[in-house]
């Protein structure tokens, strides 16, 4: 093999490579946006002044700062569990489109198996019959 094919294969790696993390990264993988950022710290902020309202100034009833803040915290792991199930979906989109691809190749192989068999029997044969031939 050339060097410059193994560099041509690298190159289409990485390329393959970065728009596989732009992809996980659009639908919940390893990053965290902007946007999950400022929700986290709104739900937090809220959070906080709810138990600052109602267990420090007594602004609010205790009982409704600690409801409300159960509230939230149980949106907030509702919101994880929808995000982890997008990442989910996509993971087993992944495998299902690697064992389609498997499947192929695997199919593939067998017909190219299938035709060097057919090939060899057929070269055993001509090598059989050249050899009658100089007899």
Known sequence: ??????????????????????????????????????????????VVVSFFMGGVLHYIPVTLSLELGVLLVSLKIAWMIHEQQKVNHFQFWILNSLEIRLNSLQTGSRKIHKELSLLREENQ???SALEDEKK
């Open 1 to 46: 093999m050339s060097q410059e094919f193994l560099q041509e294969e690298m190159e289409h790696y990485r390329l393959e490579q970065e728009k596989v993390k732009q992809i996980v990264g659009s639908i919940g993988g390893s990053h965290q946006s902007r946007t999950h950022k400022m929700l986290n710290a709104a739900f937090l902020t809220i």
């Open 125 to 127: 044969r001509l090598r």
